[in-house]
């Protein structure tokens, strides 16, 4: 067999294994059940505001809700990717990939893969249905551009570092429990210090911009009241590379204003605190290329370490 039949041969195992892991989610309850818990998360975000404050017009809803937040992104990755790896060995089905003639590697790639079509899938029908409330509730948007077409690809991006932290944790344990409390465990863990850890020492936040997750919540400063962005809440973390990547595209000029607590102040808070722009930032060019730097670190770092524990993995025969 000379190296482009192996070739057509490889690439004709990934997308079997593709279809495989595709049915497999198709016909998984659970993964339904999380995709409307989450569509019932988001929908709070898009439906309270009105419901609290009034139904008034805002022009920049739509661009201040791109992102559906930390929680649903990891949720929903969760919700694909637990049993993709774990579930296999826990019922078995593990015995039977290994007994056709495919590699370890083609297998955890094309299940990878099924896993991201699966995700852009879902997060372009989140993009329509939060653009088409906004338009509905809050009247025509404004900041409507071509590179928002993108915002469902890197919200799977986003999404896919969760994956690789699942796929990892059940590589390594064979467990769809552990392998869920694993990575929601480390999520709420890296949330909660995200929040404390900065409140006591302001500088040490921006560590948390080099992990996954939120990272540091900021305001976007242009000094332009007629700019789209101006005055925009984002973070700077891995689960906010599509929000970083659209405020870019309509104004690269933008700098970040990390948020820091000020005490005594009227606005509602713990102890009368609030949260003020403070003097240090970024610029959102710098914040993009960092953010999208260490999204993919994490997918090519914890997958390859995920692919050779799964190579390694040894099958008990029933």
Not at 89 to 116: C, H, N, Q, T, W
Not at 125 to 141: E, K, P
Not at 192 to 199: D, E, K, N, Q, S
Request: aromatic share 12%; net charge negative; with cysteine.
């Amino acid at each position: 067999m000379n190296s482009s039949d192996r070739r057509d041969d490889v690439w004709e195992q990934v997308k079997a294994v593709f279809r495989y892991e595709l049915l497999r989610n198709l016909r998984n309850k659970n993964f339904l059940v999380i995709f409307l818990i989450a569509v019932g998360i988001f929908s709070l975000n898009l439906f309270l505001p009105p419901i609290l404050d009034g139904f008034e017009t805002d022009p920049n809803f739509f661009l201040e809700n791109l992102n559906p937040g930390g929680l649903v992104i990891m949720i929903l990755a969760v919700g694909v990717s637990m049993k993709t790896i774990a579930g296999e060995f826990e019922s078995g089905s593990m015995e039977l990939l290994a007994s056709k003639p495919i590699s370890r590697d083609v297998i955890y790639l094309g299940k990878l893969a099924a896993l991201f079509a699966i995700l852009l899938v879902v997060y372009i029908f989140f993009f329509l249905y939060s653009l088409g409330t906004s338009t509905w509730i809050y009247g025509l948007q404004d900041g409507l551009s071509l590179v928002m077409l993108a915002v469902p690809f890197f919200l799977a991006l986003s999404s896919m570092v969760w994956v690789s932290v699942s796929l990892f944790l059940g590589a390594w344990t064979k467990s769809s429990v552990v392998t869920v409390l694993g990575t929601v465990g480390i999520f709420i863990g890296l949330s909660v210090a995200a929040g404390i850890v900065p409140y006591y020492s302001p500088m040490t936040g921006e560590a948390f911009n080099y992990l996954p997750g939120e990272g540091e919540s900021g305001e976007l400063a242009v000094g332009d009241e007629d700019s789209p962005v101006e005055g925009i809440m984002i973070n700077t973390g891995t689960d906010h590379l599509s929000d970083l990547f659209v405020t870019y595209s309509l104004d690269p000029e933008t700098n970040i204003s990390i948020l820091e607590h000020e005490r005594g102040c009227p606005v509602t808070g713990m102890g009368g605190e609030e949260f003020v722009p403070g003097d240090r930032g970024y610029t959102l060019s710098s914040s993009v290329a960092r953010t999208l730097m260490m999204t993919m670190v994490y997918i090519i770092g914890l997958n390859y370490l995920g692919i050779l524990l799964f190579k390694k993995s040894s099958i008990m025969r029933h």
